[in-house]
């Protein structure tokens, strides 16, 4: 049941993060057609619209839970993966927490830095 519940988690994460993706690339590079999201010209990754997107929440939000998803998912089915070459049970231990303990750190330093980005935007990028 565990591993249902988990391969589960790993398909649910797959769509979000097709979705936060799909709406990641829909910021990035249909900015210019609709100024939403790049109201200092048509250039949606210039220093102004950047700052822009940085100090609204919404944006730190997306970014944290992408970042969770996008590593939830793809060490999941590295996990999955290295499960397949039949290891012995302390070598897949061994894996799942060097796996955990990076998704972990990996995670924490981005939510850090979508977290110390959004402060330095409302703080008009003066640090």
């Known amino acids: 049941m565990n591993g249902t519940k988990y391969w589960t988690w790993h398909m649910t994460a797959g769509v979000v993060l097709l979705f936060l993706l799909g709406l990641h690339m829909l910021i990035m590079h249909m900015a210019a057609t609709g100024h939403w999201f790049a109201p200092y010209g048509t250039d949606a990754d210039s220093l102004q619209n950047s700052l822009f997107r940085d100090g609204r929440l919404f944006f730190t ?29 302390a070598v897949e231990k061994t894996i799942t927490v060097v796996l955990l303990v990076v998704g972990l750190g990996l995670f924490g330093l981005g939510t850090w830095a979508a977290v110390a980005v959004h402060g330095i935007a409302l703080a008009g990028a003066r640090g």
């Not at 970014?63 to 998912?73: D, Q």
């Open 61 to 89: 939000v997306t970014y944290v839970a992408l970042l969770g998803v996008a590593l939830y998912h793809g060490l999941y089915g590295l996990r999955t993966m290295l499960f397949e070459l039949t290891l012995k049970p």
